[in-house]
C-alpha cells in the first residue's frame, strides 16, 4: 500500500517537476542572452566597435576573449563573425556565455561592424555611417510567421536541450574545432541555425520530431544596440530588436 501511494505522488509531482526545471532553464537561457547582449552594448560604448565572437579553436589563454587573442586591439583586426561569446572581454563569467543547459551560446556579428569606426570609417557617423548598411555580411533572421528578414548587427543563439550545432569545446582538445559544429541531427530550422552563415531562423518551440525547434535568439541591429544603453540610435529601418 505504501509503495503504491509512493507511486501515485510521484505520477502527480514527477511532471510538474520536470516542468518546473524547464521554465527555469529557459528563463537562464534568456536572462543570459539579455546579459550578453547589455555587456556588448557596453562594449560599443567603451570601444567604438562591436565585439568579435572568440573563436572555438583559441589557446587557452585567449579562449573567451574578443577574436581569440589575449593581446589584440579592441577593434580591428580579422573578425571571426561567428564563434563563442568573448565573456571575458565582455566582463562576464563563463557562465553567462552557456544557456540554461550548459551549452554554449553561439554568437554572430556583422564583422563590418567590428572595425575602429573613427579609424575606418566616418568618424562623426561612427556605427551609423550609412555605407555600412549596404553590406551583406550582417545576419538576418527569418522569424516564423512574420514575411520578410531582420537583418542583426550582433546575434546570440541559444540551441536548446538538445544542444544541437552548440559548440563543444574541450579545454584539452582547443585548437581543433575551427568552424562551426554542423550536426546532421535536428530539423530543418534547426539547421538554419548551424550551417555557419548568415541565415538565422526563429520559431515556435515544438517537440514534434519532424518540426523539432526549441533555439532560443535574441539579436538587435544598430538602432537597438545603440539605443540599449541611452545614446541616440541611426533614426534608420536597417534593423530591429527582436520580439
Known amino acids: 500500500?505504501?509503495?503504491?501511494?509512493?507511486?501515485?505522488?510521484?505520477?502527480?509531482?514527477?511532471?510538474?517537476?520536470?516542468?518546473?526545471?524547464?521554465?527555469?532553464?529557459?528563463?537562464?537561457?534568456?536572462?543570459?542572452?539579455?546579459?550578453?547582449?547589455?555587456?556588448?552594448?557596453?562594449?560599443?560604448?567603451?570601444?567604438?566597435?562591436?565585439?568579435?565572437?572568440?573563436?572555438?579553436?583559441?589557446?587557452?589563454?585567449?579562449?573567451?576573449?574578443?577574436?581569440?587573442?589575449?593581446?589584440?586591439?579592441?577593434?580591428g583586426g580579422v573578425c571571426y563573425p561567428e564563434g563563442i561569446p568573448p565573456y571575458i572581454s565582455l566582463g562576464l563569467p563563463a557562465a553567462m556565455a552557456k544557456d540554461g543547459w550548459g551549452h554554449w551560446i553561439t554568437m554572430r556579428v556583422d564583422p563590418a561592424l567590428a572595425a575602429n569606426f573613427a579609424e575606418k570609417h566616418n568618424a562623426t557617423a561612427g556605427l551609423c555611417d550609412a555605407t555600412l548598411g549596404t553590406t551583406t555580411s550582417h545576419p538576418t533572421v527569418e522569424t516564423q510567421g512574420v514575411t520578410g528578414q531582420q537583418k542583426a548587427a550582433v546575434l546570440f543563439v541559444s540551441h536548446g536541450a538538445n544542444g544541437w550545432g552548440a559548440y563543444r569545446p574541450d579545454p584539452a582538445e582547443l585548437g581543433t574545432l575551427d568552424t562551426h559544429p554542423v550536426s546532421a541531427e535536428g530539423?530543418?530550422?534547426?539547421?538554419?541555425?548551424?550551417?555557419?552563415?548568415?541565415?538565422?531562423?526563429?520559431?515556435v518551440p515544438s517537440p514534434d520530431p519532424l518540426i523539432a525547434f526549441d533555439d532560443q535568439l535574441l539579436y538587435m541591429g544598430r538602432d537597438a544596440l545603440l539605443t540599449m544603453l541611452g545614446t541616440a540610435g541611426c533614426n534608420t529601418s536597417w534593423g530591429t530588436v527582436s520580439p
Open 187 to 203: 530539423s530543418a530550422y534547426e539547421q538554419l541555425n548551424i550551417d555557419d552563415n548568415t541565415a538565422f531562423y526563429q520559431g
Open 1 to 75: 500500500m505504501v509503495l503504491v501511494v509512493i507511486g501515485l505522488i510521484l505520477t502527480l509531482v514527477y511532471p510538474a517537476l520536470v516542468s518546473l526545471r524547464q521554465t527555469t532553464q529557459h528563463n537562464l537561457t534568456a536572462s543570459n542572452l539579455t546579459a550578453l547582449m547589455r555587456a556588448t552594448a557596453a562594449y560599443v560604448q567603451a570601444n567604438g566597435c562591436v565585439p568579435c565572437p572568440s573563436r572555438a579553436s583559441a589557446p587557452q589563454e585567449g579562449f573567451g576573449r574578443v577574436r581569440g587573442d589575449a593581446v589584440a586591439l579592441a577593434c
